[in-house]
């Protein structure tokens, strides 16, 4: 977010800082600041930024879900299915072996 906002000219600073996601939510419901966060467990005190509010585009964010090539475990299993359904993307799954 703040690469997006420094090539976009928009001044910015850290406000608040936390590894603790409720906090972060209890500070953005507070007005503190805003967070580059998925909707997933989003208060419904909280609303999205429009597109049309003039921050700039973020980048598209890639992640992994590592496991070993046998079988994987049910709750393994039950997050890869929920990030599946959840958050949107381009399924790859890359081969095995060489």
Known sequence: ???ALTTAGTPWRIAFATSSLQAAWAAISAGIG???RTSIG???TLKA???SS???PLPAVHS???TPADEISRPVHRLK???Q???PQQAYSPAHGS
């Open 1 to 3: 977010m703040s690469a």
């Open 34 to 36: 805003i967070s580059a």
């Open 42 to 44: 989003m208060p419904p």
């Open 49 to 51: 930024i429009p597109k």
């Open 54 to 56: 003039g921050l700039p």
């Open 64 to 66: 992994f879900l590592c």
């Open 81 to 83: 299915e929920f990030l």
């Open 85 to 87: 359904k959840e958050i």
